[in-house]
């Protein structure tokens, strides 16, 4: 079982920063691309940002390119999510899922954290 867990959840003001941490127990972490998804208050779960195994490679939702970079230690078996220029619709709880692939599809992922809440404040 691959288990997922998040943290550095909080309120900021917008123009703000976040980093979320996604730590995960599997012991072939790198061989799991991983992602972000999140979901505000009665809207659909959207993809955020994925990020190979290795690393090498990452995609991001249009209205997070420039903002946010996702990024992975796999040494410590760690995803980050560093969200900067935090705005307002960025506020939801926030999920990171491991899968085989890099995909903005969830049904792609089997596996994933509880999730963390980001409120970004006007």
């Known amino acids: 079982q691959v288990q997922l867990g998040e943290s550095g959840g909080g309120l900021v003001q917008a123009g703000g920063s976040l980093t979320l941490s996604c730590a995960a127990s599997e012991r072939t972490f790198s061989s799991y691309a991983m992602g972000w998804f999140r979901r505000a208050p009665g809207k659909e779960r959207e993809f955020v940002a994925a990020?190979?195994?290795?690393?090498?490679?990452?995609d991001y939702v249009d209205s997070v390119k420039g903002r946010f970079t996702i990024s992975r230690d796999n040494a410590k078996k760690v995803m980050y999510l560093q969200m900067n220029s935090l705005k307002p619709e960025d506020t939801a709880i926030y999920s990171c899922?491991?899968?085989?692939?890099?995909?903005?599809?969830?049904?792609?992922?089997?596996?994933w954290g509880q999730g963390t809440q980001v409120t970004v404040s006007s």
């Open positions: 899922a491991a899968g085989p692939y890099v995909s903005r599809e969830s049904r792609h992922y089997g596996y």
């Open positions: 990020i190979s195994g290795s690393g090498r490679m990452a």
